[in-house]
DNA sequence: TGTACATCAGTGAACGCGCGTTCACTGATGTAC
DNA sequence: TGTACATCAGTGAACGCGCGTTCACTGATGTAC
């Protein structure tokens, strides 16, 4: 039997469970850690005995890494939707930030500490090089003067021969350096933040997030809303 | 029996025994991240039986909150060692990534994915206030123009406002400001690095930290030596 | 439409493992008189 | 100096636990003729 969406019931109930799954695997990380998420009490939450779940991940690494793929995914998602829309730097600064915030998680399962074995599948790395060409492509847009414009210091030079990334795009190196900073500068914000090191300092991280955009994006007159 | 130090031979026995726990601990954590630390593997490891642990801590929890509460001490000494020695900003720049190559995984213990009920000591918040402050010490320094001289943006007043830290240190917003983007900006480039997210890129990060703590701060016409 | 067969989700028992932690104990080291 | 006692490091057995994973199976759902 199969219906309109070329799917059979099957099929579409297998997708599902394996969303619930992972929406239980979720939800067990976000109380106790990546480290903490175990199959067994995944499937005690829903209902059904341990080994069931083993009809729909292959063991528990392949379901982390799934949940990882999924993490790198969504950003790459929010990324380009803010793109598609229109947004300069400064949107994909407050998409970063969006995403970062509503699950946060989810920021470290991407961008947290890395598990000392742990090596990422090669299409993980393809998407995280997909961020950040829709990076490069907006920080190619000039969005008003650029505080950093003119200057060429031994950063150009060294990006200039020594990058290997972004293959097919603008090899200005200004740009590549703007899209750097604005990487590592907002990272350095969010993980602060997000690991909780700026509690108990009494000031808004976000307003700091804020003055770092603006450093390295200063809004435009109109600044774009969305289409 | 009290020897010249004041300390019995058993006391010396004792701290030495702790120090390789805590050594071994370190190893281990090393080659399987800070989840994968087990009492009994170092007891093994040492040739002693599991429980003989427990006259040494109290638990599993207390032997990881010692482990972090060294490593913000260790970061403690190096920051003060290099202010100490006449470090500006430069020198405080490199003092910190020094201190985090030297050993990640004790930099991710500190800075690294925090995991969810977990609340540190207050101690160890003591040791973060103190690094910040010798931060402060080194910001207020004038060591050449700052790109950000004189700026005083939404960012300089929200800090003038609500900062509830640096209690006895000056309150010269921008200053503030300065220690802030030296602490996010670095913490950028050294948590992207060393969690991976910059290999296959092609490029040294360490000319990207460069670049980034250039932009903080300009060196002076001599740099610092030590003495 | 009904029957025979194939697919496949889920179960329950079991395996082996390593974990943190407790307990009563032995034996060596140090202390007091 | 020798003897009686106290301190304390370390042992071995045991407890209870939860983990990931395998296996042979039952029973429901879907497919082919």
């Known amino acids: ?18 969303a619930e799954i992972k929406e239980r695997a979720r939800e ?8 903490g998420l175990s199959l067994n009490a995944i499937a005690k939450q829903m209902g059904m005995s341990g080994p069931a779940l083993y009809r729909y ?16 995914g969504s950003l790459a998602d929010a990324f380009r939707a803010a793109a ?4 300069d730097l400064h949107g994909l600064g407050a998409a970063l930030r969006a995403w970062a915030l509503d699950d946060p998680q989810r920021y470290f399962l991407v961008y947290g500490t890395p598990v000392p074995g742990y090596h990422a599948p090669d299409d993980v790395t393809t998407i995280a090089s997909e961020i950040m060409a829709v990076l490069l492509d907006a920080v190619r847009i000039p969005d008003g003067p650029a505080a950093d414009a003119g200057a060429a210091g031994p950063l150009e030079a060294h990006l200039a021969e020594h ?4 293959g097919d795009h603008p090899a200005d190196p200004a740009a590549l350096r703007r899209a750097l ?4 500068r907002l990272h ?23 003055a770092e955009l603006e450093r ?8 774009a809303p969305h289409r």
Do not use: N
């Open 1 to 18: 039997m199969v219906v309109k969406d070329g799917r059979t019931p099957r099929e579409r109930y297998r997708t599902q469970v394996r």
């Open 28 to 35: 067990q990380i976000a109380t106790s850690g990546a480290s």
């Open 57 to 72: 991940f292959a063991g528990r690494d392949e379901l982390i890494t799934e949940l990882i793929r999924d993490a790198y």
């Open 84 to 87: 598609a829309s229109g947004a």
């Open 163 to 166: 990058r290997r990334w972004a």
């Open 181 to 184: 900073s604005f990487w590592t």
């Open 188 to 210: 350095g914000v969010l993980s602060l933040e997000l690991a909780g090191h700026f509690t108990g300092m009494g000031f808004d991280p976000a307003v700091l997030y804020g």
């Open 216 to 223: 390295l994006a200063p809004p435009r007159a109109t600044p």
